[in-house]
């Protein structure tokens, strides 16, 4: 099913939402479903249970880039890169990052500090923690 982006049939953006999990699955990448429920199910389930502070540890980031490059483009430099941080950076980056929403340019400020994080990473750790808030906007 094709829909374009600026589509304001609501029955047809339902549609396609209900139809994500069998398109995720018919890419037919391996680990990208147990990653996907991770992503979309786990991650931001993790991320509330630290509330006040709420935050991502360096484990919970290598995973999510790992999902991010299974669904896109595979580069491998950049998990390299992500699974070599410091858990106390990744910490203190994610945190800042999630108290300075709802300002999506300052969050993601936040955690483009941490090496092999850019843009598109960033806004997937948001959208972890705050769907309604920021989009994840792949590399695509």
Known sequence: MELEFECS???????ALASYEARVESLNKPNLISLDD???KELPSLIHQ?????????????KLVRWKLTRGKWRPRLLDFV???DDSSVKSASEKAFKSLPDLTKAV?????LKGVG????SA?????????APFMSDE
């Open 9 to 15: 049939n609501v029955n047809k953006w339902k549609e």
């Open 38 to 40: 991770y992503y979309r």
């Open 50 to 62: 630290r509330n006040p502070n709420p935050h991502i540890n360096t484990t919970e980031l290598s």
């Open 83 to 85: 699974s070599s941080l």
């Open 109 to 113: 400020s936040e955690l483009t500090v």
């Open 119 to 122: 843009p598109a990473t960033a």
């Open 125 to 133: 750790v948001l959208a972890a923690y705050a769907p309604g808030v």
